[in-house]
């Protein structure tokens, strides 16, 4: 039996019955009727395979069968309106009027239909039936059983017991949270034939999706299979007639200092090591500097200093005003004379202004390379690499290294200038195989690569000879990992408690008094509530708003940074390596309670698969350039969501059946408007003349033609050709993709089933960086709206909890919270009156907030809250009359279904 | 010292009861209006009628059930389209019925709340009045359609030579507009002809084609 068939078919079947927005369980947490038989059915098939042998139940096809039917049906009493009623009921008024979900019309009714749409025997039916009936514990009564003994024609022998694998997979799947599971599993009947463990973390982050794949990984190599994921840890369960050891917390780490080491050295790690402004800060985070990767940070650096901005300093526009102009010329002369001055070469008349503009271009031309030694002279001064006197003096003559030590480890020309640049661009240029005398001589671009590689020879030759205890190695993968290890609740090595009672106690005791300061003294962490013993004062750079008000240190110390725990530091470190460079906020997708391992599996795919399609869209590789995507357009995505007529209506789609990641990325993607087009069309003839320097009308299409090998008769046609994408080569994507704002607005970095996490690019508003939810003049609680749109679309459609969290924000959500977070804007959740939004609400919401989108043009309300001004309009008749003022007294019949959605409207009453 | 006092103000709130009783109001003008003259219109003073004057003086408050009725009623008869028209029983009895309903409503919530209430009133009245004024000019619309249609066989170039209108323009894509509409005063002898077979045609199904004031889309 294929189970991965019999899983989509039965998917079919529960959709088709309207499950998916059928109330499934209410009360500790909420799953509609489609998910909590979907994480049934997914144990089931985890743990079929093991009690199929013949030591356990030696279970035939038709028991099989029989087991997987009475699984999808178990509920099947819950579709009635009556009990969705019920389970909608206040609990005290639940009690007064009981709705049971087990109605034996209905499962004589529905088993057979189920039976046939999976293609399985009619002779199970029975046996199914059964299973239905009697697969909870209360209706299992003495008159129960016996009638069912005694009107039995066929079916298993022993379906009793087999009734009661499908009771044990319902609680299992029922509890709350993976102890409340374990208890379940533990006691009963099928704890003879399984083994069950599992493992706990404490949700931290970006570094806990890697603590729990790390565990995962661990597990299975042990010989466990995932049963059920919880967002805070996996059930595993192994055959009882195997010995199956959990893995050591040993192991784990090593798997996640191995996953760490790898998200350590991706691609954007330079990036974030390497400072930005290298006046302050060059190594802006020395914990993660690794020498391994110094020709890539060397790279950075040399982007850090740039001749244009150099010139754009030193040069006197004659536009600019006589003061600025006098200014600018003492600057020069200053600067020149200085670097004169050390290299005792000024001349007898003094400077003049040749003199001047020439050293001025020199150290314009030296910028990139300066930007090279001035990291390379942190790295050594910082021991983060080892003194490399020795090969520095080969390569640069004797002495050259008591020289380079006086190479300032921040950005100072005159220094920098006569300590690093000079030191290499004096090497003869024979002695190093070329045919140049000195090696300023070489074109730039070359002597720039030239510097990186001899540089990072002499850290390879130093690093080689060092003595490993006099100076930093790299282990940081291996530190930060012991640090995050805390989070690994189980398996876990075990600890003294009255000891760590005792430090708990002796933290919190002075926590206040320490909340503010770096000291050695115990701590408590105002993120995670660890205590640790000293740390580190929070940077604005990964923790937002460290100056801002704790409740810890109201009356102690000065008003300074917070002080946070090594661990909470790393985790910050991690999400900016990861989630690429402080995306303003992260959009985390996590199983509503729980989930099935093949559900999991198919979540964390569509994610990808979203990604996949979604990056291609927004890369050079699009292959329609006119079409965009956007999660902050809310009406542009409610254009097809809320309008339209039923057939074609995607949210009773989204809501009844979700939508496929392609679907999904069509809901979000428009075509830009001709002016746009237009627009992009005139910055990519523009930066192309940029790139290639030429004048507007003095265009030189043979050195296109050249560089190209392409055979344009003139600008206008490889302007062309370039737009329409004839042309192919780096540089001219790089451009084109620039000028037609191609970026990605999302990315799926982290995931495992129980967290998926999706960093959002931001856009500035005001030159500070903010969500992407902002459009325009957006207020925050036009975006919040925006945002909660987009959430809740995600969130119904595949099935998920969704919150967006801001970069620094801890990650605390649990499962079992409802479909989307409502952002923390005062008026928007005095708005929607609640922090979450439930399964029960969500279409509802997602319908209103998509509906004012619809409007908002209409409304003609201030754009910066007009979705909010919809939203809370008293009743409809307000929205229709603010319609009609602002449109002339227009108002289309096709508009009073929106204003609808947005408010329900008194009913009408007809009229005798 | 003595324990100070402390008070809350909690707001106003729409309970459940008090929907149901806006909604009960609004039913029973909404009854009444059906069988005032005016079906549609651009403002909202016209719309409403004399419910509007109803509307403001319970938010006023110090008045009675009958003589309010009385001044609704007055109204009514003074609008020259109701002239010759009696109000029918049942319209009189759906108005002192709402104007009684209405003012019960607004003696039982807060003097804080009232304004906030009677504009619950107004505005849900609005809505449902001007959503059936827009389906009542959808299906004349349509019928003016089907009738010119009919008249011109489909031909749209006969039809926008007959009324004057731009070349292109299409029967499909006219609009209902009543005798007083600026459309048909100063439109072509054919325009004023078709529409006054047209009206006269109304008629005949038993719709009143003036009950409609300023419709014209723009």
């Not at chain 1, 090696?439 to 003595?467: G, M």
């Not at chain 1, 996490?757 to 925006?786: E, H, I, Y």
């Not at chain 2, 403001?56 to 003589?67: L, Q």
Request: overall charge negative; hydrophobic content about 40%.
């Amino acid at each position: 039996m294929n189970y991965q068939t019999v899983h989509k078919d039965a998917l079919e079947w529960m959709i088709g019955r309207g499950w998916k927005r059928k109330w499934g369980k209410k009360g500790e947490f909420t799953q509609s009727l489609l998910e909590h038989t979907d994480v049934e059915l997914n144990t089931l098939f985890t743990l079929l395979p093991i009690l199929e042998h013949p030591l356990h139940y030696n279970l035939t096809k038709s028991e099989k069968q029989a087991i997987i039917v009475g699984t999808i049906a178990h509920d099947v009493g819950k579709e009635t309106d009556e009990w969705q009623e019920y389970v909608q009921l206040p609990r005290a008024e639940q009690r007064k009027r009981f709705v049971p979900h087990i109605i034996l019309e209905l499962t004589q009714a529905t088993v057979p239909q189920l039976v046939e749409h999976l293609g399985f025997a009619p002779e199970i039916i029975e046996d199914a039936i059964a299973f239905v009936n009697i697969h909870m514990a209360a209706v299992r009564t003495p008159t129960a059983m016996m009638g069912l003994i005694q009107s039995r024609r066929e079916g298993s022998s022993r379906w009793a017991t087999l009734a009661r694998v499908v009771d044990v997979v319902d609680n299992l799947c029922s509890a709350k949270g993976p102890f409340a599971a374990m208890e379940v599993l533990k006691d009963s009947l099928l704890s003879q034939h399984l083994h069950a463990t599992y493992h706990l973390v404490q949700i931290r982050g970006v570094s806990t999706t890697m603590l729990h794949r790390a565990a995962m990984e661990a597990f299975a190599e042990a010989g466990w299979s995932p049963l059920l994921h919880f967002s805070k840890g996996t059930i595993y369960v192994a055959d009882s007639r195997v010995s199956a050891l959990e893995p050591s917390p040993d192991t784990i780490q090593a798997r996640f200092a191995k996953l760490l080491d790898g998200a350590l050295t991706i691609e954007n790690a330079p990036q974030l090591v390497v400072g930005r402004n290298f006046s302050t800060s060059v190594i802006a985070k020395p914990e993660l500097f690794n020498p391994a990767l110094l020709s890539r940070y060397l790279d950075v650096a040399s982007t850090r200093m740039r001749t244009a901005p150099f010139l754009t300093g030193y040069t006197v526009k004659p536009d600019s005003n006589p003061e600025m102009q006098a200014t600018v010329q003492e600057k020069r002369r200053n600067l020149v004379q200085a670097y004169l001055e050390i290299r005792d070469d000024l001349p007898d008349h003094g400077l003049d202004e040749k003199i001047i503009e020439q050293q001025i271009q020199r150290f314009a031309e030296a910028q990139p390379e300066m930007g090279m030694w001035v990291l390379f002279s942190a790295a050594v001064k910082d021991g983060l690499i080892p003194h490399p006197k020795a090969p520095f003096e080969e390569v640069f003559g004797d002495g050259s290294y008591e020289q380079f030590q006086k190479c300032p480890k921040q950005r100072q020309y005159v220094n920098n200038m006569v300590y690093g640049v000079e030191l290499f661009w004096g090497l003869s240029g024979h002695r190093l195989g070329l045919e140049i005398e000195r090696v300023e001589q070489l074109e730039p671009k070359r002597r720039l690569a030239l510097l990186r590689q001899t540089l990072v020879d002499i850290a390879n030759q130093a690093q080689e000879k060092a003595d490993h205890g006099s100076v930093a190695s790299y282990g940081i993968a291996k530190d930060v990992t012991q640090l995050l290890m805390v989070d690994l609740i189980h398996p876990a090595k075990s600890i003294d408690l009255t000891q760590t009672a005792h430090c708990q106690l002796e933290a919190y005791l002075d926590s206040k008094e320490q909340a503010k300061k770096e000291n050695a003294k115990p701590h408590i962490c105002p993120i995670c509530n660890a205590e640790f013993p000293g740390g580190d004062a929070a940077k604005e750079d990964f923790v937002t708003g460290v100056e801002s008000h704790t409740n810890r240190a109201l009356a102690h110390g000065r008003f300074g940074y917070i002080v946070i725990c090594e661990a909470c530091k790393y985790e910050r470190y991690l999400r900016q390596l990861l989630l690429g460079e402080r995306p303003p906020n992260v959009l985390v997708l996590f199983p509503r309670m729980n989930i099935g391992y093949h559900s999991g599996e198919l979540l964390r795919r569509k994610a990808i698969q979203i990604q996949e399609i979604g990056s291609t869209l927004m890369s050079v590789d699009t292959a329609n350039p006119n079409e965009r995507l956007t999660l902050a357009l809310t009406n542009l995505i409610a254009r097809r969501l809320v309008d339209g007529d039923s057939e074609a209506n995607w949210l009773v789609r989204a809501v009844e059946h979700g939508l496929e990641p392609t679907e999904l990325i069509e809901l979000m993607t428009y075509d830009l408007t001709d002016d746009k087009q237009k627009e992009y069309r005139r910055e990519l003839e523009k930066a192309l003349r940029d790139e290639y320097e030429f004048k507007k009308g003095e265009e030189d299409v043979a050195i296109l033609n050249e560089e190209w090998e392409t055979n344009f008769p003139d600008w206008e046609t490889a302007v062309q050709a370039v737009a329409e994408r004839q042309v192919r080569n780096q540089t001219v994507d790089e451009i084109w993709a620039d000028a037609q704002k191609l970026r990605p607005i999302f990315r799926v970095v982290c995931h495992t089933p129980h967290m998926i996490l999706v960093p959002l690019s931001g856009v500035f508003k005001n030159r500070k960086l903010v969500s992407q939810f902002f459009v325009g003049n957006d207020s925050d609680t036009n975006a919040a709206l925006r945002e909660l749109f987009v959430t809740l679309l995600l969130g119904l459609a595949l099935d998920c909890s969704v919150a967006v969290i801001d970069s620094g924000e801890p990650i605390t959500l649990e499962g079992g919270e409802g479909v989307a977070r409502v952002p923390s804007v005062p008026a928007v959740r005095e708005l929607i009156g609640s922090d979450w939004v439930g399964l029960t609400e969500a279409p509802m919401w997602l319908r209103r907030i998509g509906a004012a989108g619809l409007l908002a043009r209409a409304t003609a309300y201030p754009e910066s809250s007009n979705l909010y001004q919809i939203l809370s309009a008293p009743t409809p008749g307000h929205i229709l009359r603010r319609i009609e003022q602002k449109q002339k007294g227009q108002v289309y019949m096709n508009q009073l279904p929106l204003i609808e959605a947005v408010i329900e409207p008194i009913k009408e009453v007809s009229h005798a | 010292m003595r324990k100070p006092i402390t008070i809350q103000s909690k707001p106003f709130e729409l309970t459940e009861d008090v929907k149901q009783r806006i909604q009960e109001v609004v039913r029973l003008f909404d009854a009444y209006l059906d069988e005032y003259p005016v079906k549609s219109a651009r403002s909202k003073h016209a719309l409403m009628g004399p419910v509007a004057k109803v509307l403001d003086r319970a938010k006023a408050g110090d008045w009675y059930t009958e003589p309010l009725t009385g001044y609704a009623l007055r109204i009514h008869e003074m609008n020259p389209r109701a002239r010759g028209r009696p109000v029918s029983l049942s319209a009189v009895d759906n108005l002192e019925k709402g104007t009684d309903a209405l003012l019960v409503l607004c003696q039982s919530v807060p003097i804080t709340a009232l304004a906030r209430i009677v504009d619950q009133v107004d505005y849900h009245l609005y809505y449902v009045r001007r959503k059936k004024g827009l389906a009542w000019l959808e299906e004349r619309k349509q019928q003016l359609i089907n009738w010119l249609q009919e008249r011109y066989k489909g031909g749209d170039e006969a039809f926008a030579k007959a009324w004057g209108l731009k070349k292109g323009s299409r029967i499909g894509d006219q609009y209902y507009f009543g005798p007083s509409s600026k459309t048909y005063l100063g439109g072509t002898d054919q325009l004023k002809a078709d529409m006054d077979a047209f009206y006269a045609y109304l008629k005949g199904l038993g719709e009143e084609p003036e009950a409609v004031e300023e419709t014209e889309e723009e």
